[in-house]
């Protein structure tokens, strides 16, 4: 099924006393790509350590195409490719002499090996590294071949800790649509990350996780739903506001905020964007002879929903 391609079922890891992971439920669907947010010590490097097999004590369930972890390591291992957020490799060692030796600890036939290489390193942009030795790339790159790596043997599932750590603007572009062009090709992608615009940018589902709690899971558009986060027109000026009160004594009025420019807030109690107290409020400013710079329906990014999270969960 599309949507248990990935399953956690009540997941708990505990050391030494300490709850890293508390009942932890989330499925992630075949070629979905999951963002994995929180803060540090909230539990992401830890689940992902379970996914992949280095944490096995965990109690509860983790399913990946149908194949138990731990029960089933060995047959997860082939379907999974795993970035770890801090890429080690002999420095001395070049590109090529790297990807050779992981690839055939992967299980991949010499025979296909070289031209695997050349497929990867073609897809993460670097194809004139080959030779190279790993000391002489930059810091950007060595991720680069850390993502070669787990691309290698063609992998079902990709698990990536902090993929485009480190990474400079252009790096990260070309990372993010490596990953949806994978996905695109039914590859399932699991990825922490710090950057919460990247988990924006490219998350088909998010999870969010503090204390070893999962605090809410889902798209974009169902976390603001389960927000509750109120709908509202907003309304930004040109001028200079000189008469706030005036402004602020308006009946339909029900926010004003003069922090980083002046606007008003007015809570929508009808569907319709242009509604009867927004019509009022806009007759009264052009009455007043102000000049409207903006007017809409503002959409929270993720930074801000995922604050309301932290901050609610933090307080339960």
Do not use: C
């Amino acid at each position: 099924m599309k949507n248990r391609f990935v399953e956690l079922n009540r997941v708990s890891k505990t050391y030494s006393g300490f709850p890293a992971l508390q009942n932890v439920s989330f499925t992630i669907g075949k070629g979905d790509i999951f963002g994995y947010i929180g803060p540090n010590g909230a539990g992401k490097t830890t689940t992902i350590k379970s996914l992949i097999g280095l944490i096995t004590d965990f109690e509860g369930s983790i399913t990946i195409d149908g194949n138990k972890m731990p029960e089933n390591r060995d047959q997860i291992h082939r379907l999974i490719g795993y970035l770890p957020q801090k890429v080690s490799f002999q420095e001395w060692r070049t590109v090529d002499q790297a990807l050779k030796t992981f690839g055939l600890l992967s299980g991949i036939e010499k025979d296909v090996l070289d031209d695997r290489i050349e497929e990867v390193l073609k897809l993460v942009a670097i194809p004139d590294s080959r030779h190279r030795k790993i000391k002489e790339l930059s810091g950007g790159n060595i991720q680069k071949v850390g993502l070669a790596q787990a691309l290698l043997h063609r992998p079902k599932f990709l698990v990536f800790d902090e993929p485009l750590s480190g990474l400079d603007p252009a790096s990260r572009y070309q990372v993010k649509e490596i990953i949806k062009e994978l996905s695109k090709g039914e590859t399932t992608v699991l990825f922490s990350s710090h950057i919460l615009s990247d988990v924006q940018d490219i998350a088909t589902k998010i999870g969010i996780i503090n204390r070893g709690h999962l605090v809410d899971v889902g798209t974009l558009e169902e976390l603001k739903y389960d927000m509750e986060v109120p709908k509202l027109i907003r309304i930004e000026f040109y001028d200079i506001v000189k008469d706030v009160e005036a402004i602020a004594d308006i009946e339909e009025v029900d926010r004003v905020v003069s922090e980083n420019g002046f606007r008003i807030d007015l809570y929508l109690h009808e569907d319709e964007v242009l509604s009867n107290s927004s019509r009022k409020v806009l007759k009264k400013l052009v009455g007043m002879d102000y000049n409207i710079k903006n007017y809409g329906v503002p959409s929270p990014n993720l930074d801000e929903l995922y604050m309301k999270y932290i901050q609610e969960s933090d307080m339960r």
